[in-house]
Nanobody, 117 residues
């Protein structure tokens, strides 16, 4: 129900834009996020955006990455500028909402981002 795309191999300093297309859910009702996992490391939060449009970023990406959403297109984005080798990871999108007493949480398959020095 969440499909991430847009990863690739780029040089340090370049930009990439990731997309996450949602289907089968009421996208506008979900708080969304991007996470990443580098080899040998735990999955970590990159950025989140609430259903109301409020965003939050990991300190390591503040000022370089921008999370956004287009509810009309059911799509989440991550604009990544000034990429660094340490940004190399598999990037995952996540969607979460609470419906009554139930927590709904979905993960997309990841997209690989590789930044060469």
């Amino acid at each position: 129900q969440l499909q991430a795309s847009g990863g690739g191999l780029v040089q340090a300093g370049w930009s990439l834009r990731l997309s996450c297309a949602a289907s089968g859910i009421i996208f506008s009702m979900y708080d969304m996020g991007w996470y990443r996992q580098a080899p040998g490391k735990e999955r970590e939060l990159v950025a989140t955006i609430t259903s109301g449009g409020m965003s939050n970023y990991a300190d390591s990406v503040k000022g370089r990455f921008t999370i956004s959403r287009d509810n009309a297109k059911n799509t989440l984005y991550l604009q990544m500028n000034s990429l660094k080798p340490e940004d190399t990871a598999v990037y995952y999108c996540n969607g979460e909402r609470r419906l009554g007493g139930t927590r709904l949480n979905y993960w997309g398959k990841g997209t690989q981002v590789t930044v060469s020095s």
